[in-house]
């Protein structure tokens, strides 16, 4: 048996699910909402997927599968700081890049868009049933990391909104914020990103849940910890009950 085969045995039943939490822990793949009732289903679904998927990519599609009439989930902010950055175009927006970098940085949409770009046609997935395929593009993550220094220690990266009313933030772990496909997004199907589906900025993370694709991101965060982050889950949706892992 190859070890990897060795570990999802021992998660996926031999032992039962307390001793799957203790091989979880030993290989670093326990949840920050592994705690709790539903603790232990969390821990195993997330552990098992990042073994069993590690590296895998979201599914692509065709131009001709893009939805022609995407669905927006939710309404643009109205309070007046971010009525105030559509009147100027998003010129002053920022997105800052900090934690557990070298070089914590501040960037504009401008400068974002000089970055290299990378598109994408996949599938938006909400909790609720629906979904849509659109085209994104932007600039993947990984790269915004490398450019800041992130630290090797650093285990999971933070994004969150600006302080508007529904403020929400939400986390990855480094395999997906290091994922090619993991994207901060400023376009979708050919245009600027509109203001109801995220624009200036989106977090995109097609291999999990909608959800996870928090929309008006203005702050990036390594960390090698998500104690610090509201309750301690790394998400506002872990803290409404979704699972932080919410691997497709
Ligand atoms: N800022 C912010 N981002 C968000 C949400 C939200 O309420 N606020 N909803 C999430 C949910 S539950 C889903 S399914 C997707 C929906 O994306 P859409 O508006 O492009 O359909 O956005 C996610 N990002
Ligand atoms: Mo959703």
Redesign the pocket.
């Known amino acids: 048996m190859t070890r990897r085969k060795m570990i999802i045995s021992g998660l996926a039943g031999l032992g039962g699910v307390t001793a799957a939490g203790r091989l979880a822990a030993q290989y670093g793949l326990v949840p920050p909402d592994g705690g709790g009732i539903y603790g232990p289903g969390a821990t195993l679904n997330y552990a098992t997927h990042r073994l069993l998927t590690a590296g895998a990519s979201a599914r692509e599609f065709a131009p001709q599968k893009i939805s022609k009439t995407?669905?927006?989930?939710?309404k643009p902010p109205k309070d007046e700081i971010f009525v105030r950055q559509i009147t100027n175009g998003f010129a002053d927006w920022r997105l800052e890049v900090g934690g557990m970098v070298e070089r914590p940085s501040s960037l504009s949409i401008a400068e974002i868009k000089g970055l290299p770009a990378n598109s994408q046609i996949t599938q938006?997935?909400?909790?609720?049933g629906w979904s849509?395929v659109a085209e994104w593009k932007g600039v993947a993550l990984s790269h915004v990391l490398k450019l800041a220094g992130v630290s090797r220690q650093a285990k999971f990266v933070v994004y969150e909104?600006l302080p508007i009313k529904?403020f929400?933030f939400d986390s990855i772990d480094i395999e997906e914020a290091m994922h090619p496909q993991t994207l901060i997004s400023y376009g979708m199907n050919g245009a600027d990103m509109p203001i109801?589906?995220?624009g200036p900025l989106?977090m995109r993370v097609p291999r999990q849940?909608?959800?996870?694709?928090?929309?008006?991101i203005a702050k990036v965060t390594a960390t090698d910890s998500l104690k610090g982050f509201g309750k301690g889950l790394g998400s506002m949706?872990a803290e409404y009950g979704y699972s932080w892992y919410a691997g497709i």
């Open positions: 995407p669905y927006p989930n939710g938006l997935v909400c909790e609720e849509y909104t529904g929400t109801e589906f995220g989106r849940l909608g959800y996870k694709s928090v929309k008006y949706d």
